[in-house]
């Protein structure tokens, strides 16, 4: 494994065990042409440190809305979201988010996108005339070279591929040393191939650095091969209607007759045919 050296003082997130999210009672909604459209109802929930938890449901049920809340992008209109206990009032660097696009900036290199969370903690906590460069580098070789990228820090992101541009993205977070990291149907836009091989690839980087992560998806066989746990929802506004727990050893067989059953249990609590 390669390790990430600290980018604030404390022990890495490896070493803390990943945050505990608490999720407690939350309901959520938007103004939609002069009207209250709900989006979430009740939702009650935990992530434990460590645990990988998926987030499955129909598209638009408001899945991603409830990864805002947790992010700190948002606040709820109801009830309350809990990072370690504390009660979550806005972005840190400790909940990293990863978007389905990668969102790189196309004037930097792959070296220089990844750089940009320890460059803003440097400026917001004046490090950069207390503490040298070199250490910001070595994080950021180590977070390249655990993804794989290594050799294309100085390419471009018109250069890569898009399973490449993704790894730059989970790069970008893992930079920073998340205790969480929030997906956002990450490789949603990628072609199947390099998509199985992106979902192996973040099965490897979670076991190696022992965050939580919290994943929105509207695939089944997706959320069955990663997490642990599946939190199924409903349709709009988004209600838990099960938790399923996976105990399936890693690493995982699609065809694993233990993951077969399981989506026909999901697929079950979604009304849908197996």
């Given at each position: 494994?390669v390790?990430?050296?600290?980018?604030?003082?404390?022990?890495?997130?490896a070493?803390?065990?990943?945050?505990?999210?608490?999720?407690?009672?939350?309901?959520?909604r938007?103004?939609?042409?002069?009207?209250?459209?709900?989006?979430?109802?009740?939702?009650?929930?935990?992530?434990?440190?460590?645990?990988?938890?998926?987030?499955?449901?129909?598209?638009g049920?408001?899945?991603s809305?409830?990864?805002?809340?947790?992010?700190?992008?948002?606040k709820p209109?109801?009830g309350?979201?809990?990072?370690?206990?504390a009660?979550?009032?806005g972005?840190?660097?400790?909940?990293?988010?990863?978007?389905?696009?990668?969102?790189?900036?196309?004037?930097?290199?792959?070296?220089a996108?990844v750089?940009?969370?320890?460059?803003?903690?440097?400026?917001?906590?004046g490090?950069?005339?207390?503490?040298?460069?070199?250490?910001?580098?070595?994080?950021?070789?180590?977070?390249?070279?655990l993804?794989?990228?290594?050799?294309?820090?100085?390419?471009f992101?018109?250069q890569?591929?898009?399973?490449?541009a993704?790894?730059?993205?989970?790069?970008r977070?893992?930079?920073?040393d998340?205790?969480l990291?929030?997906?956002?149907e990450?490789?949603?836009?990628?072609?199947?191939?390099?998509?199985?091989?992106?979902?192996?690839?973040?099965?490897r980087?979670?076991?190696?650095?022992?965050?939580?992560?919290?994943?929105?998806?509207?695939?089944?066989?997706?959320?069955?091969?990663?997490?642990?746990?599946?939190?199924?929802f409903?349709?709009?506004?988004?209600?838990?209607?099960?938790?399923?727990?996976?105990?399936?050893?890693?690493p995982?067989?699609?065809?694993?007759?233990?993951l077969?059953?399981?989506?026909?249990?999901?697929?079950?609590?979604?009304?849908?045919?197996?």
């Amino acid at each position: 494994m390669v390790a990430i050296p600290a980018l604030n003082e404390g022990p890495p997130a490896a070493q803390r065990g990943g945050a505990r999210i608490d999720v407690r009672n939350v309901s959520h909604r938007f103004t939609f042409q002069g009207a209250a459209l709900p989006v979430l109802q009740e939702v009650d929930f935990a992530v434990e440190p460590g645990e990988f938890v998926a987030l499955l449901g129909p598209s638009g049920c408001g899945k991603s809305t409830l990864l805002r809340l947790v992010a700190g992008l948002d606040k709820p209109a109801q009830g309350s979201v809990h990072a370690d206990g504390a009660v979550i009032e806005g972005p840190d660097p400790s909940r990293v988010v990863v978007f389905q696009d990668p969102t790189l900036f196309p004037w930097r290199t792959v070296r220089a996108n990844v750089g940009l969370g320890p460059q803003a903690q440097r400026r917001k906590h004046g490090w950069w005339t207390k503490q040298e460069p070199d250490g910001v580098s070595q994080r950021i070789d180590a977070a390249l070279e655990l993804v794989g990228l290594a050799e294309f820090a100085d390419a471009f992101p018109h250069q890569l591929s898009g399973g490449m541009a993704q790894r730059v993205a989970l790069a970008r977070a893992l930079v920073n040393d998340p205790a969480l990291l929030v997906l956002d149907e990450p490789f949603g836009k990628l072609d199947s191939l390099t998509r199985i091989r992106m979902q192996g690839e973040l099965v490897r980087l979670w076991q190696d650095a022992q965050f939580s992560v919290l994943l929105v998806t509207h695939d089944v066989e997706e959320a069955l091969f990663l997490a642990n746990r599946v939190i199924v929802f409903s349709e709009r506004p988004a209600r838990i209607v099960a938790e399923v727990h996976n105990d399936a050893p890693y690493p995982r067989h699609r065809d694993d007759p233990k993951l077969v059953s399981l989506r026909r249990e999901v697929l079950a609590q979604l009304g849908l045919e197996a």
